[in-house]
T-cell receptor, first 115, second 113 residues
Framework: NAGVTQTPKFRILKIGQSMTLQCAQDMNHNYMYWYRQDPGMGLKLIYYSVGAGITDKGEVPNGYNVSRSTTEDFPLRLELAAPSQTSVYFC??????????????FGPGTRLTVL | KQEVTQIPAALSVPEGENLVLNCSFTDSAIYNLQWFRQDPGKGLTSLLLIQSSQREQTSGRLNASLDKSSGRSTLYIAASQPGDSATYLCAVCYETSGSRLTFGEGTQLTVNP
């Protein structure tokens, strides 16, 4: 298994540009997440999905959009890039059933700079 | 507000020392707590997951404990090695947050040869 994969690894955007960060997992996990990590800080949840076709906002959703058309893929869209979106973005997935939640597995991250 | 706090923010120890990293959380109603390791410029690697009903989990030289009543978890690393140098993150899955994790800011560990 490749686990959780993310592309691209690095990207530089100009203010106002848009882009999509790709995330895929091959573990048949139903839950997927997008986090951002600013320097010296913990991770903050942007959006998450409990299954194909179902998404919900996390702690810091403004400026981002997501979709989940398949179990495997969970892309994150930035429509109008702003310097405040300079960060490292991590995608994660987990399998959960019933009332319990299992460990989350993380991708290697995408380092985004907006100039 | 449900928060997670990790103290200290940074720790430097000589090789071979046993050490404890601390994590505190503000609400005892949790599903689980997860410890991660993050190397510079890399993603997060899951180390240990403790479910709400468990008191501790062990993996090799690592032992994580959970005390919900006091809102605390500790990660014990035995016989530390330079390869243990990394940032260690604690994340809590609160019952009111569903599957979402709330992260601490991490403890940056340096093990000196």
């Amino acid at each position: 298994n490749a686990g959780v994969t993310q592309t691209p690894k690095f990207r530089i955007l100009k203010i106002g540009q848009s882009m999509t960060l790709q995330c895929a997992q091959d573990m048949n996990h139903n839950y997927m997440y997008w986090y951002r990590q600013d320097p010296g800080m913990g991770l903050k949840l942007i959006y998450y999905s409990v299954g194909a076709g179902i998404t919900d906002k996390g702690e810091v959703p403004n400026g981002y959009n997501v979709s989940r058309s398949t179990t495997e893929d969970f892309p994150l869209r930035l429509e109008l890039a702003a310097p405040s979106q300079t960060s490292v973005y991590f995608c994660a997935s987990s399998y959960s059933r019933g009332t319990g939640f299992n460990e989350q597995f993380f991708g290697p991250g995408t380092r985004l700079t907006v100039l | 507000k449900q928060e997670v706090t990790q103290i200290p923010a940074a720790l430097s120890v000589p090789e071979g020392e046993n050490l404890v990293l601390n994590c505190s959380f503000t609400d005892s109603a949790i599903y689980n707590l997860q410890w991660f390791r993050q190397d510079p410029g890399k993603g997060l690697t899951s180390l240990l997951l403790i479910q709400s009903s468990q008191r501790e989990q062990t993996s090799g030289r690592l032992n994580a404990s959970l005390d919900k009543s006091s809102g605390r978890s500790t990660l014990y690393i035995a016989a530390s090695q330079p390869g243990d140098s990394a940032t260690y993150l604690c994340a809590v899955c609160y019952e009111t947050s569903g599957s979402r994790l709330t992260f601490g800011e991490g403890t940056q560990l340096t093990v000196n040869p």
